[in-house]
């Protein structure tokens, strides 16, 4: 257990603990052995009464508009942007540091956007704001590599398209496109009544993720641009992309091109990928070794494949990244900044 009486480990609220994100911060609580001497799981008022075990010990869901976020240390918020944009602040006013796993406070100047393998200095202190965000869901897994590409090379370029899991919109977005292709399957003549994707995710791909902009772009790829400038301190830096959803249960895919300053040859771009914490690089060995969401076996790892420097150019290079969107992309991301905090000792 993880439940201590150590009066310098944190008073923890999830928000949102009943959601697919919240669960798996569950899980990962666990599984890390996150210290913490009291846990509160808040969500919905329709999810309070709810039970929900954590480390042994079942806890009772409390609707979020009755919580007393004085009684915390430390908030994960990950119940949608509509509700961090009405509960943080009330959090925040009562002394709580919050880690939020939604768009709200991303790009707010006061607040730092932090992936820790990244710039984990960013938590030396406690933030202005009293918001640590986490960034999207594919933004994290691709600052990561882009990190160690550009200590080593300098990047002129990156090129992303994303192919998104289902689960980037909860249980919800699982749900239906379970339904969806059940039905399909069973009475092809007959319109699935669609609430989450339209048009249907059911043996499709769809080219839009969130709202389009005035640009054409939609906002997930607004938010991967200016995610990684603000991650990386590169405010220049120069990533343009494609979002789309794919009927997977669970799992985001990148196909990345990046054109460096420098010359790379790929023994020592795949030694580079390999030595960056947390990655796995499939094809180190043989360039026909690749990962996908259904075969990767540890989801606490980026999956790295398909390595190519480009023949024609060799300061280009493709390649190709799995990560498990709800762990990589969410409640992992989120869970190493509260371990972070704690060891630092900036709650």
């Not at 609580?29 to 042994?56: C, F, H, N, P």
Request: proline share 7%; charged share 20%; with cysteine.
């Amino acid at each position: 257990m993880t439940l201590v009486t150590d009066p310098k480990a944190p008073r923890v609220a999830i928000v949102g603990a009943t959601g697919a994100v919240g669960n798996t911060l569950i899980g990962l609580i666990e599984q890390r052995g996150l210290r913490y001497r009291d846990m509160k799981l808040v969500a919905s008022a329709r999810s309070a009464g709810t039970e929900l075990t954590v480390d042994g010990v079942a806890y009772p869901v409390q609707a979020v508009d009755e919580f007393d976020f004085s009684t915390v240390d430390l908030a994960f918020f990950s119940a949608g942007t509509e509700a961090s944009e009405q509960w943080v602040p009330k959090a925040t006013a009562a002394g709580a540091v919050v880690i939020d796993n939604t768009i709200a406070y991303r790009m707010d100047p006061d607040t730092p956007l932090v992936v820790p393998q990244v710039n984990a200095h960013e938590l030396d202190r406690r933030p202005k704001s009293g918001v640590i965000a986490n960034p999207n869901c594919s933004t994290i897994p691709l600052v990561r590599l882009l990190k160690g590409v550009e200590e080593r090379w300098g990047i002129r370029q990156a090129v992303v398209s994303t192919y998104q899991a289902a689960s980037g919109l909860g249980h919800p977005g699982v749900d239906e496109l379970r339904d969806a292709s059940r039905a399909t399957l069973e009475h092809p003549e007959e319109a699935y009544p669609n609430k989450e994707f339209t048009p249907s995710l059911a043996f499709n791909v769809i080219p839009k993720i969130d709202r389009f902009l005035d640009t054409g772009f939609t906002l997930e790829e607004q938010k991967m641009l200016q995610e990684s400038r603000k991650i990386l301190g590169i405010p220049h830096l120069d990533v343009t992309t494609t979002c789309v959803r794919v009927p997977v249960v669970n799992g985001h895919s990148e196909a990345v091109w990046i054109e460096t300053q420098g010359v790379v040859d790929r023994t020592e771009l795949v030694e580079v990928l390999a030595a960056l914490p947390e990655v796995t690089v499939h094809d180190r060995e043989s360039p026909r070794e690749f990962p996908t969401p259904a075969t990767i076996d540890d989801p606490n790892q980026v999956h790295v494949g398909r390595v190519r420097v480009n023949p024609n150019n060799p300061r280009a290079f493709w390649l190709w990244l799995v990560a498990d969107n709800l762990t990589i992309g969410a409640a992992l991301n989120a869970i190493q900044i509260a371990e972070e905090l704690i060891a630092r000792e900036t709650l």
